[in-house]
């Protein structure tokens, strides 16, 4: 796919392919110039990479990028080698990203270089694990809780370990504001970062990506588990945008030689891994379509007034606004909160309180470097994020039933 040739359509789906032109907003895209690429701490070393994909690498070689891979997006990682991760589904944000940057002619490797970086101050246990955190540090006398949009600042700044000259990944400030002041509705911008009423409008891509990133395959996880039908999807009211994905899929399907050859529940995902492609295709030209009409409505020509501007200019039209708020919603009632997913919430809840507790009576279980008497709860909020969700579950079998195959691992 081009910027300036994106098919809409396809003979397969009952007529030719459109063209269309992406919008160019490339006047807005983000300098890399400061303040934007500014660094905690000097860099000595020549390195032919630009500031934004040097930071984009950073990230990926990062441990806590790489723990990505073992905590949970919605369902927990061991039910099943399809679904989710928090790792799969930041790769799917920063696609997107990619996509919708690279189609306004924005500052691409900015874009993905914060949506690599959004999630990895995430906890085990998705959000039962964010709120189980916040309820445990309140508890403990700490009233400004637990915020992965302020760990995920904390972790690229200060936790990772990369140079002996320094603490952090020295990221740019750039790419360190995309990070604090992502926001959906899972996520709160951190309060007070910079002087700019909206962040780079690269950020602002990132968090329109990771809405769009989720609330699509988190319906094609749904109908894979078996939470879902679609019979149930296109038979709500509202889901108008995901019932034209799907009407699109099945289109697609009749007279196909592949579909033919494969069973219901082959067809049946098929038909729900086309619906997501069509729906994100449906939204990425929604977010090009919007931004533009927002750009001109606003008067904004320039990055210097895109940030300065009283309101995002990247965005969904309020149409597409309202059937993802559906979609959300939707997920909400029938996903989030059915009983398969409350009760690995549950378990996930459960084994964090008790590691909670225990560390914070017995500070010489945590690792030598976070030992302090006592140890404050913040610290062991932070050890306690730092794992992965196979990483807490086997804490907690070693510290709660400390069976011969738990020992036999640490035998000197």
Request: proline share 7%; glycine share 6%.
């Amino acid at each position: 796919m081009t910027r300036r040739e994106h098919s809409e359509g396809s003979a397969a789906a009952g007529g030719p392919a459109l063209r269309r032109e992406a919008p160019d907003l490339s006047r807005l895209a983000t300098p890399a110039s400061p303040p934007w690429t500014a660094r905690r701490y000097p860099v000595a070393d020549p390195d032919p990479r630009d500031d934004f994909r040097r930071d984009r690498d950073r990230i990926v070689h990062s441990q806590a990028f790489r723990r990505l891979q073992h905590k949970t997006q919605v369902y927990i990682i061991h039910e099943g080698d399809f679904y989710r991760t928090r790792l799969t589904h930041t790769l799917e944000v920063a696609q997107i990203a990619r996509t919708l940057a690279t189609g306004m002619r924005l500052t691409e490797p900015l874009a993905e270089a914060i949506a690599l970086g959004h999630d990895v101050g995430h906890v085990p246990f998705g959000h039962a694990g964010e709120r189980a955190l916040d309820e445990l540090v309140k508890r403990s006398g700490d009233p400004s809780g637990w915020d992965s949009n302020r760990h995920s600042l904390v972790v690229v700044d200060e936790l990772e370990q990369a140079y002996p000259q320094h603490p952090g990944l020295n990221l740019t400030f750039a790419v360190r504001q995309g990070i604090a002041r992502h926001e959906t509705p899972f996520d709160q911008p951190v309060t007070g970062f910079d002087e700019y009423p909206q962040p780079t409008p690269e950020a602002q891509v990132v968090n329109l990506a990771d809405l769009i990133a989720y609330c699509a395959h988190d319906l094609e996880d749904a109908v894979a588990v078996g939470l879902v039908t679609p019979e149930r999807l296109l038979g709500t009211s509202g889901l108008d945008v995901w019932r034209q994905a799907w009407e699109r899929a099945l289109a697609e399907m009749d007279g196909s030689p592949l579909a033919a050859r494969l069973g219901d529940g082959e067809q049946e995902r098929l038909v729900a891994r086309r619906a997501r492609r069509h729906l994100i295709d449906r939204l990425i030209w929604d977010v090009w379509e919007a931004s533009a009409a927002a750009a001109a409505r606003l008067g904004v020509t320039t990055h210097a007034e895109a940030v300065r501007a009283p309101e995002p200019v990247i965005r969904l039209s309020p149409e597409v606004q309202a059937g993802l708020r559906q979609i959300l919603d939707f997920l909400v009632e029938h996903v989030y909160e059915s009983p398969m997913v409350r009760r690995q919430n549950f378990r996930g809840r459960y084994v964090l309180s008790r590691l909670f507790e225990v560390l914070s009576r017995e500070p010489d279980l945590l690792p030598r470097h976070l030992r302090s008497e006592p140890p404050s709860p913040r610290t062991v909020a932070y050890y306690l994020a730092s794992l992965t969700d196979r990483g807490a579950v086997d804490l907690f079998q070693e510290l709660f039933d400390p069976g011969e195959r738990i020992l036999s691992r640490h035998r000197a």
